[in-house]
């Protein structure tokens, strides 16, 4: 079996952040848990939308930008059967999108206190040397 090749995270999170924007996925958290002894990803992506639809839409749109910018498929794709919650996993990026009522619930930016969090807005775009 064919190892996958490893990209660079800060590509990986390029193409992440254009999937939800594209999207218009709101209020974009980037957990960085890349300095964070025993943690399961190098960062959390975090989004949410305002309805079932836009959240299943926002998970397709991150994994079509993913796929056609840099060739990467998603490990798995968890949780669109009801439209609350998705997470696609890419190894070292993990995408959460919630519906907005879903997201506080969940608190994940609250779970990793001693992780550094960004936002990112779309009047902003996020660049390499941004994330250097």
Do not use: C
Not at 69 to 82: A, C, D, F, T, W
Not at 92 to 102: A, S, Y
């Amino acid at each position: 079996m064919k190892k996958p090749a490893v990209l660079p995270s800060n590509i990986l999170l390029d193409a992440v952040i254009k999937g939800l924007d594209d999207v218009k996925g709101h209020d974009i958290k980037i957990i960085d848990l890349s300095t964070i002894e025993n943690a399961m990803s190098a960062f959390f992506v975090i989004a949410h939308g305002n309805s079932q639809t836009q959240v299943s839409a926002l998970a397709s749109s991150v994994e079509k930008v993913v796929k056609e910018s840099i060739g990467e498929k998603p490990m798995s794709v968890q949780g669109l059967r009801n439209g609350e919650w998705a997470i696609l996993d890419y190894f070292d990026v993990v995408v959460h999108v919630f519906h907005k009522d879903v997201r506080s619930r969940y608190a994940l930016e609250e779970l990793w206190g001693d992780a550094e969090i960004r936002s990112y807005e779309s009047e902003t775009p996020l660049t390499l040397e941004e994330q250097a």
